[in-house]
Nanobody
Framework: VQLQASGGGLVQAGDSLRLSCAAS???????MGWFRQAPGKEREFVAA???????YSADSVKGRFTISRDNAKNTMYLEMSGLTPEDTAVYYC?????????????????WGQGTQVTVSS
């Protein structure tokens, strides 16, 4: 499945933003996830949601970011609130044929191209 991430932009600290990830095919049974990568840093897990709808988020975003999916639209979302400059990164969406939650990049087999999120102080 091919993925297309969108919704990034330049915002101020404290603002909210919603990222979308549109899939070219059905995502029904796939585990979907969001990762981010800041300059000079490794790709970091943000959140994941398997087909069951159970969600798992990194401690750094828990309570601020919400992952969701709409299987009928083959789309995944990341609602981000309370953004800080530390959230600045390229955000990538990913999909895995596996059906349980994974938090490492190697768990996922399809990746979107990334969307830049920049948070100014």
């Amino acid at each position: 499945v091919q993925l297309q991430a969108s919704g990034g932009g330049l915002v101020q600290a404290g603002d909210s933003l919603r990222l979308s990830c549109a899939a070219s095919g059905r995502i029904g049974s796939r585990t979907m996830g969001w990762f981010r990568q800041a300059p000079g840093k490794e790709r970091e897990f943000v959140a994941a949601i398997p087909w069951s709808g159970t969600t798992y988020s990194a401690d750094s975003v828990k309570g601020r970011f919400t992952i969701s999916r709409d299987n009928a639209k083959n789309t995944m979302y990341l609602e981000m609130s309370g953004l800080t400059p530390e959230d600045t990164a390229v955000y990538y969406c990913a999909a895995s044929v596996r059906t349980t939650i994974g938090t490492t990049p190697s768990y996922f087999d399809s990746w979107g191209q990334g969307t830049q999120v920049t948070v100014s102080s």
